[in-house]
């Protein structure tokens, strides 16, 4: 189900049913033109639940109805160290057939096809351990921060699980080698090398996380909306066009984004 529309400058907890208890487990804010949403289960380092998946996907697919950027944080030392699954209480060990499991693990492509999608920019907070899926949001955002003491891994095939999940956010993120090397020795590496493997857009000092990020998002709150969406919707699809369709649709959006009539004009805040 979908969340109801998000007003501005209203603050909105979700809450799940997992085990019987209530919990926050992801927190919406809203800022002016910015959603901040968290993955707020700390104390297991924010495993995403399939639950939260729903929700957070369901977020991502909205979230251009109310604001102009979506900033994604992890509570507490950690961003994201990838899926809790959890099994009911009276539901059999046996795995389920593959077509039977299918719907499940479409919880996850949902999730990373929402990030995709998204009209508007999404801006990534790292710090602590970004792992499995929480590795793949952070290269799916359009921009990532990462403190200098994260670290990143992609830790299925130490699980005996198939990364295929994981591989389908960064095959265009970063390059076959580096994929290959962390889905087949499944170490962490650092926020510089996550740098350098295309996971993270820069490396801050960890006590400058969060000012950086604000800085960052006062600079995206002055820049014209046609501009900001026309940048993404061109970094989405000219990827996946020839050379000459890409210069084509550069010329068009160019046209059209610069004749707009908020990028002539002082951009409201």
Same mark, same amino acid.
Request: net charge neutral; aromatic share 8%; glycine share 8%.
């Given at each position: 189900?979908?969340?109801?529309?998000?007003?501005?400058?209203?603050? !909105?907890?979700?809450?799940?049913?997992?085990?019987?208890?209530?919990?926050?487990?992801? #927190?919406? =804010?809203?800022?002016?033109? !910015?959603?901040? !949403?968290?993955?707020?289960?700390?104390?297991?380092?924010?495993?995403?639940?399939?639950?939260?998946?729903?929700?957070?996907?369901?977020?991502?697919?909205?979230?251009?109805?109310? @604001?102009?950027?979506? $900033?994604?944080?992890?509570?507490?030392?950690?961003? @994201?160290?990838?899926?809790?699954?959890? &099994?009911?209480?009276?539901?059999?060990?046996?795995?389920?057939?593959?077509?039977?499991?299918?719907?499940? %693990?479409? $919880? !996850?492509?949902?999730?990373? *096809?929402?990030?995709?999608?998204?009209?508007?920019?999404? $801006?990534?907070?790292?710090?602590?351990?970004?792992?499995?899926?929480?590795?793949?949001?952070?290269?799916?955002?359009?921009?990532?921060?990462?403190?200098?003491?994260?670290?990143?891994?992609?830790?299925?095939?130490?699980?005996?699980?198939?990364?295929?999940?994981?591989?389908?956010?960064?095959?265009?993120?970063?390059?076959?080698?580096?994929?290959? *090397?962390? &889905? %087949?020795? &499944?170490?962490?590496?650092?926020?510089?090398?996550?740098?350098?493997?295309? #996971?993270?857009?820069?490396?801050?000092?960890?006590? =400058?996380?969060?000012?950086?990020?604000?800085?960052?998002?006062? /600079?995206?709150?002055? &820049?014209?909306?046609?501009?900001?969406?026309?940048? =993404?919707? %061109?970094?989405?699809?000219?990827?996946?066009?020839?050379?000459?369709?890409?210069?084509?649709?550069?010329?068009?959006?160019?046209? $059209?984004?610069?004749?707009?009539?908020?990028?002539?004009? /002082?951009?409201?805040?």
């Amino acid at each position: 189900m979908m969340s109801p529309p998000l007003s501005r400058n209203s603050n !909105i907890s979700i809450q799940f049913h997992q085990g019987g208890n209530m919990s926050n487990e992801i #927190i919406v =804010k809203q800022e002016g033109p !910015i959603l901040h !949403i968290t993955l707020n289960r700390p104390d297991d380092g924010n495993g995403v639940t399939d639950p939260m998946a729903r929700e957070f996907t369901a977020l991502i697919n909205q979230a251009h109805e109310s @604001c102009e950027m979506v $900033v994604l944080r992890g509570a507490g030392k950690d961003f @994201c160290v990838g899926r809790a699954v959890f &099994t009911a209480p009276g539901s059999p060990n046996a795995i389920p057939e593959a077509y039977a499991r299918r719907a499940a %693990y479409d $919880v !996850i492509f949902d999730a990373y *096809w929402a990030v995709r999608r998204s009209p508007v920019p999404i $801006v990534g907070v790292i710090q602590g351990r970004a792992m499995g899926f929480g590795l793949a949001v952070a290269a799916l955002c359009d921009v990532s921060f990462a403190g200098d003491a994260a670290t990143f891994n992609i830790p299925e095939m130490a699980h005996n699980i198939m990364p295929t999940m994981v591989m389908s956010s960064i095959f265009d993120r970063m390059n076959r080698n580096a994929i290959a *090397w962390m &889905t %087949y020795s &499944t170490d962490f590496i650092n926020a510089e090398r996550a740098l350098q493997y295309g #996971i993270v857009s820069t490396v801050v000092p960890a006590a =400058k996380l969060e000012s950086e990020v604000a800085a960052f998002c006062d /600079k995206m709150a002055n &820049t014209p909306r046609p501009a900001i969406r026309g940048l =993404k919707e %061109y970094l989405r699809v000219a990827p996946s066009m020839d050379a000459q369709g890409g210069i084509d649709y550069a010329r068009n959006i160019h046209a $059209v984004v610069n004749t707009a009539a908020e990028m002539k004009g /002082k951009h409201r805040k």
